[in-house]
């Protein structure tokens, strides 16, 4: 049996977040459960609350009454938390990375490997399809989905295509796509060209942007004075909202200072962006694009 998901950089994370026996922390991405567990281990009478969107993850919650977990997306953390009276926090981990076991089953449409539905939802009660991004965007708002999230400087070119091809038959399937694409891809680059494409979509399907920044907004709001947040992400886009934001309270990464020119920012970042070690990545390929980053709330001063 394939593990529903592999924790990335498990020991660096959790020992970036610092557990103490009996703190209140919180994994907002629970997949599978590693780091969830690893928590557990340092938790003694503590609390954690763990938070996922997909119905799948319900499955891997041991049974430990330290664990209270959420089948929601972390944009909801702090009104959760407040309803079950756990703010102020110690410690927040979140893993931004898709699960294993969405990327393996070819009916969640999240991999170029299979042929399957054009679907990419984290949480499958949510609406819209990334079929639905590709046969109803107009041209420019389909390209700014591909050249925002996916970083693709041909990206008017292939919605241009996208839409040519949509109205000679609706485009529903993984291979679809990328048959109706995948002559546009610079040559020896296919896979990464494809891999761009679906990850522009899964972006606009599930939001991830967006719930990112209210996440790490609200973790700076519920997280005690001297607590971590510790992120790991898995492309430029989400590193640099999650940096910008440990370095300057913002995402723009644009430094405040007060009067007498002293900076003020509500996070001490503790370490440069941590990657995962070479024994890692081959055990598991899909961490070599992991970012791990830890900042720990202070006053406006620093400590």
Same mark, same amino acid.
């Given at each position: ?32 459960? %590693?780091? $969830?567990? @690893? +928590? ?5 009478? =503590? /609390?954690?609350?763990? #938070? ?123 291979? %679809?796509? $990328?048959? @109706? +694409? ?5 040559? =020896? /680059?296919?896979?990464? #060209? ?110």
């Amino acid at each position: 049996m394939k593990a529903y998901h592999n924790a990335v950089m498990p020991e660096k994370a959790i020992e970036a977040l610092a557990v103490r026996s009996g703190g209140t922390y919180v994994d907002a991405t629970f997949g599978g459960g %590693g780091h $969830s567990m @690893a +928590i557990l281990d340092k938790l003694g009478n =503590g /609390r954690l609350v763990a #938070f996922d969107q997909d119905e799948k993850a319900a499955a891997n919650v041991p049974r430990d009454e330290r664990i209270l977990f959420l089948n929601h997306n972390f944009r909801y953390m702090k009104n959760f938390l407040k309803h079950y009276d756990s703010i102020p926090v110690d410690g927040i981990l979140a893993d931004l990375g898709v699960s294993s076991h969405q990327f393996d089953e070819a009916d969640r449409g999240f991999s170029t490997r299979f042929d399957g539905p054009l679907d990419m939802r984290m949480n499958r009660q949510a609406k819209t399809t990334a079929a639905e991004i590709i046969n109803t965007y107009d041209t420019d708002k389909l390209a700014d989905v591909l050249y925002y999230y996916g970083e693709l400087r041909n990206a008017r070119r292939i919605a241009y295509e996208l839409e040519k091809k949509r109205t000679q038959k609706h485009i529903t399937s993984t291979s %679809g796509l $990328s048959g @109706a +694409i995948s002559h546009l891809a610079p040559r =020896g /680059r296919e896979n990464k #060209f494809l891999a761009k494409i679906f990850q522009a979509l899964r972006i606009e399907v599930n939001q991830e942007l967006e719930a990112l920044k209210i996440f790490l907004q609200q973790s700076l709001e519920v997280l005690t004075t001297g607590g971590r947040l510790v992120v790991i992400s898995y492309h430029s886009l989400e590193d640099r909202l999650v940096k910008n934001f440990m370095k300057t309270g913002n995402f723009e990464g644009q430094l405040q200072k007060d009067f007498y020119g002293h900076p003020v920012t509500p996070w001490l970042p503790l370490s440069k962006a941590i990657k995962p070690d070479d024994s890692e990545i081959e055990r598991n390929k899909r961490a070599r694009s992991a970012r791990l980053r830890v900042a720990e709330k202070v006053n406006h001063h620093g400590r």
